[in-house]
């Protein structure tokens, strides 16, 4: 399955080799300079520029989901296919009819005249000089408005109806087709989230999904037991902190994102560094978390570096239970890089609890 068109890289270089052939090719700059001049062709081209991100993203999940369930989808299906955008709604996409794309990604120019907004376009310019010449037809495209609203006339549709009829309409069972829908809805719908509203919560948090240095895992070497006979999690000390608390999300029974939650002086809940199964299933998490309102604790490195470790600390006095064993009590915490200078525990033995300091 060829998957070049979505290149980001490669999409931008073709763009600007594109430009340089524009000044080496008197003819490929007079074509667009004719198209530049033709009001109608640059209405649609002005529509499809502003839809470009929201159908490539479409695109970008039409092939996810193909390859989600095992099945080869080349992207040329899509030639001469309507523009369809994402709607609101996670099972449904709009259709525009009259804006049909002419997407192909066999040949360099074209892939980035999809930049460009002309070559992709022919379709649409054909149907127009046609229409155009027809005495009756005609009166579509005599007006601003009607043009208008000849373009931007769309149809919301349940993305398994455009995969019968528009898409992929031949050479598919409905039974693939079924699998193919429910694979995009899953793509875009937002995971469940789970707070750890109690200690034992962190154990389900850490006993599978991404691999971290707190994962259940470690227990063997770590010494972990006590804890684990207790019910409790070495990160459990994330449910006694006032202003920290753990959020994951599960895939098919297993943990498939988590992160830590803290709130700052404003009140507000921010999440910091994320752990998730797959690049899809970490930018999903994030896009799950900003929809309850979190919001990312350090914006520049958790997009750019999402692996660099982003803390944050306030001031505040909490106590933890103890855990006895092995004729120890151990003190349940995770483990804070670079945070010893910060973190300040005393053990009480009247109360058989730890009194932590933070700063």
């Not at 031949?170 to 109690?198: D, H, I, N, Y």
Request: glycine share 4%; charged share 25%; aromatic share 14%.
């Amino acid at each position: 399955m060829s998957v070049a068109f979505f290149d980001e890289k490669k999409y931008l270089t073709k763009v600007k080799k594109a430009f340089k052939l524009w000044e080496a090719d008197d003819a490929f700059k007079q074509i667009f300079d004719e198209r530049k001049k033709n009001p109608v062709f640059n209405m649609a081209a002005r529509f499809v520029r502003f839809n470009a991100n929201n159908n490539m993203n479409f695109q970008k999940l039409l092939i996810g989901a193909f390859k989600d369930c095992n099945i080869n989808f080349d992207p040329a299906n899509l030639v001469k296919k309507p523009l369809i955008i994402l709607a609101k709604e996670p099972n449904k996409v709009r259709v525009y009819p009259n804006i049909p794309l002419d997407i192909t990604t066999d040949e360099p120019l074209k892939t980035t005249c999809w930049a460009l907004n002309w070559d992709v376009l022919d379709t649409f310019q054909q149907t127009y000089m046609e229409e155009y010449k027809d005495p009756v037809k005609k009166a579509a495209w005599e007006s601003t408005p009607r043009i208008w609203k000849r373009i931007k006339k769309y149809e919301e549709m349940p993305i398994s109806r455009a995969l019968s009829r528009i898409i992929a309409p031949v050479g598919f069972s409905e039974a693939t087709l079924a699998q193919v829908s429910t694979a995009f809805e899953e793509q875009r719908k937002p995971m469940e989230l789970t707070l750890c509203e109690t200690p034992t919560d962190y154990l389900t948090m850490y006993a599978s999904g991404p691999t971290s240095c707190m994962g259940n895992g470690h227990e063997k070497t770590l010494g972990w037991t006590p804890m684990f006979k207790a019910g409790i999690h070495p990160t459990s000390f994330y449910h006694y902190h006032p202003h920290m608390m753990g959020v994951y999300a599960t895939q098919r029974g297993s943990v498939a994102g988590r992160t830590i939650l803290h709130q700052k002086e404003d009140g507000k809940w921010y999440y910091g560094r994320l752990y998730a199964s797959s690049t899809k299933m970490l930018e999903k998490f994030r896009q799950s978390l900003e929809q309850k309102g979190y919001i990312c604790l350090d914006p520049g490195d958790q997009k750019d570096r999402w692996w660099d470790y982003i803390k944050f600390s306030r001031n505040c006095e909490f106590d933890i239970p103890g855990v006895e064993g092995n004729g120890f009590w151990y003190l349940p915490m995770p483990y804070f890089d670079t945070m010893e200078n910060s973190l300040h525990a005393s053990f009480n033995p009247p109360l058989m609890c730890f009194i932590l300091l933070m700063a």
